[in-house]
């Protein structure tokens, strides 16, 4: 059974910084890429950072110089680092891993930041 267990959301004031973690267990397929997405209230789901098993990496233009995804293939867990937080970070935060067959979502960590 896939499961996906993320960490290190929390509640960081505006300028501040967090590390997400999620780390995937019970696959067995190659992982094509990890990434996280978050969801603010009232908003659509949307991309923040993608890396591939080869270590190339998509990330959104709105945190672009502000957060670095990366990755560690053996333990199949990927990090985001968060630094210089904005108020308009403010989300849940999710994981998602793609696989060739398939397509797997964390349960989603929140993030607050504040002004």
């Known amino acids: 059974q896939v499961q996906l267990v993320e960490s290190g959301g929390g509640l960081v004031q505006a300028g501040g910084s967090l590390r997400l973690s999620c780390a995937a267990s019970?696959?067995?397929?190659?992982?094509?890429?990890m990434g996280w997405y978050r969801q603010a209230p009232g908003k659509q789901r949307e991309l923040v950072a993608t890396?591939?098993?080869?270590?190339?990496?998509n990330v959104a233009n709105s945190v672009k110089g502000r957060f670095t995804i990366s990755r560690d293939n053996a333990k199949n867990t990927v990090y985001l680092q968060m630094n210089s937080l904005k108020p308009e970070d403010t989300a849940v935060y999710y994981c998602?891993?793609?696989?060739?067959?398939?397509?797997?979502w964390g349960k989603g960590t929140s993030v607050t930041v504040s002004s």
């Open positions: 998602n891993v793609q696989l060739i067959v398939a397509n797997y």
């Open positions: 019970g696959i067995i397929f190659r992982i094509n890429s």
């Open positions: 890396i591939t098993s080869a270590g190339s990496t």
